[in-house]
């Protein structure tokens, strides 16, 4: 039923926008409009809250509990777990924005800053750090920690709904558990379709700046068609073989990459970059997180940050299901702490070397890059590592990456989809797995042709909204979950103790009654007083 309406739905919006692509841009434009500007607020208090509630998990005195049995251990090695947390969280979005976001920050930035100056550069960087850093991952932990509770904790079925067990009892079973099943299903396939149009747009971006070939609608369907069956042929082999083993090679190649730039390009640079612009990101957080802009008409907010938090909300039940899947057997500190921390510095280091080469050759080699930029944005990563030596040899390795990250979103959230739709099966069939494949592929390709990279942006953040609530409903949930355990924990702890001191008390009764009782101590006598307090009381 769940898989009916949810593709259902799906189909319809894409018919939609085969048939009517003018039409279904100015619907969602006026959809994202009264999404900004009614719940943008909501979009920054939500992520905020998120990254609080998951520090509290990590550090609180539920850190303890396992995902899984008491004997249960990791199934992965923590190796390829941050390889898959990695490939599956980030992958596209790193390489695309890796220097075009810093640079477009570097031109108009927020705040009223004046661009191209060195404030400009560093608070660019730091909005970088910001976007990249612990919001998305916290979002990430919360649904991901929710689902691997419950599913090998408490032994529920793998579903979004099964979170509400301990707010809605029964009714999970019902329409409302549907319900939000499919706005779950809804929302990865749009989430994930945004980041497959984005890789899309970068690989003919690449293919234009290595090959000379112009980029065009055309060649970006035949790129998504291509890359359709390639994820296809892998979704096919499983989680343990083609996923597992594209995300290490995934690792590798962005591993070597990023030391390329780093050692080849600015080193000293870069470094100092990360090192300052860390702590103004850490100092700035709070800030950060709850600025909106309502004294002024700048859009900036709901360009960038509304944006990504919107994107990371409507990735986050793919991404979530994935982690929480290859996280059973971890405690509730160290996966929070796991996937909060490692990724966001593995993120912001990223930012500051690739993002930290483009400001650089901006500002000190006159590279053009921010001009650029500012006309295509797909082309950044490419112009950036044109002026370091070996650069044609190393866009091509960076082409590489791409598709190889493209092909790993689209394998996992294949097996999400397919997942979510199929009752939380945690081996879904091979059918279902290529429809949701083929699907999401077409919504990628109804959104470039509706509107290219705007449409793209506009998807996430209007199918983010209902399930942002979802979100704030599952903490709930989860933290009901926990003190209730935690409750009857600390019950059988004194149950315990009161049996021990049981059985101790009736061990010592029974000694005492086989050694006989012991004798009472005799009574100390009283001490004799001395002539003078005799003759004194005489006195007296």
């Known amino acids: 039923m769940v898989f009916g309406i949810a593709l259902a739905i799906i ?43 998951a ?3 990590a550090f609180g005195r539920f850190g303890r509990i396992k995902l899984g049995k008491d004997e249960d251990e990791p199934e992965y090695s923590t190796t390829s777990w941050f390889a898959m947390l990695f490939s599956a969280g980030m992958g596209i979005g790193l390489v695309f924005w890796g220097v075009a976001e810093p640079v477009s920050h570097y031109i108009d930035p927020p705040e ?19 976007h990249w850093g612990l ?32 707010l809605l009892g029964e009714r999970v079973n019902g329409p409302i558990g549907k319900t939000i099943d499919v706005l779950a299903i809804i929302a990865t396939a749009f989430g994930v379709a945004t980041s497959l149009g984005l890789g899309t747009l970068q690989i003919a971006g690449g293919i234009e700046q290595i090959f000379g070939y112009q980029s065009s609608t055309f060649m970006m369907v035949i790129i998504i068609v291509i890359v359709t069956v390639l994820y296809l042929a892998s979704s096919t082999t499983g989680l343990d073989r083609g996923i597992r083993i594209l995300s290490n090679a995934n690792l590798v190649i962005a591993v070597l990459l990023l030391l390329f730039v780093l050692f080849v390009g600015p080193t000293s640079f870069i470094f100092d970059t990360f090192t300052v612009t860390l702590g103004g990101y850490l100092q700035n957080l709070v800030q950060m997180s709850l600025r909106m802009t309502p004294f002024s008409d700048s859009t900036w907010v709901a360009a960038w940050t509304l944006f990504y938090w919107a994107w990371w909300i409507s990735w986050a039940p793919f991404v979530g299901t994935f982690i929480a899947r290859v996280s059973k057997g971890r405690t509730i500190r160290e996966f929070v702490l796991g996937v909060l921390l490692v990724p966001s510095l593995f993120g912001c280091f ?30 950044a990563l490419f112009l950036m590592l044109h002026n370091l030596p070996m650069g044609a040899i190393v866009s091509f390795l960076a082409l590489m990456l791409i598709g190889m990250f493209f092909i790993t979103s689209a394998d996992s959230a294949t097996f999400v989809l397919g997942m979510l739709s199929s009752k939380g099966n945690l081996h879904p069939s091979g059918k279902i797995k290529v429809t949701w494949g083929i699907v999401q592929s077409s919504i990628a390709i109804v959104l470039l042709v509706s509107g290219g990279l705007s449409a793209l942006q506009t998807a996430s953040i209007v199918v983010a909204l209902p399930f942002s609530v979802i979100m704030v409903g599952m903490c709930f949930s989860l933290h009901k979950a926990l003190s209730d355990e935690h409750h009857e924990h600390r019950k059988r702890e004194k149950r315990m103790l009161a049996e021990y001191k049981s059985i101790f008390d009736a061990a010592k009764e029974q000694q005492l009654r086989e050694n006989g009782t012991p004798k009472a101590p005799k009574t100390p006598k009283a001490p004799k007083l001395h ?10």
């Open 11 to 53: 189909l319809t919006f894409v018919l939609w926008g085969a048939f009517f692509p003018e039409q279904l841009g100015n619907s969602a434009q006026i959809a994202l409009d009264f999404s900004t500007e009614k719940f943008g607020w909501f979009y920054l208090l939500t992520a905020f809250g998120f990254l609080v509630f």
């Open 531 to 540: 002539k003078e307090s005799k003759n004194t009381q005489k006195f007296d």
């Open 112 to 130: 009223d800053v004046d661009g191209g100056t060195a404030y400009a550069a560093r608070i660019s960087m730091r909005y970088s750090f910001f």
């Open 350 to 379: 990223w930012f500051a070397t690739f993002g930290g080469s483009g400001i650089y050759s901006e500002r000190y080699q006159n590279s053009g890059l921010a001009e650029a930029v500012q006309n295509d944005v797909t082309s």
């Open 55 to 57: 520090l509290y998990l």
């Open 135 to 166: 919001h998305p991952w916290a979002i990430y932990s919360v649904i991901a920690l929710s689902l691997a509770y419950f599913q090998f904790r408490k032994g529920y079925k793998g579903l979004i709904s099964s979170t509400f067990v301990p």
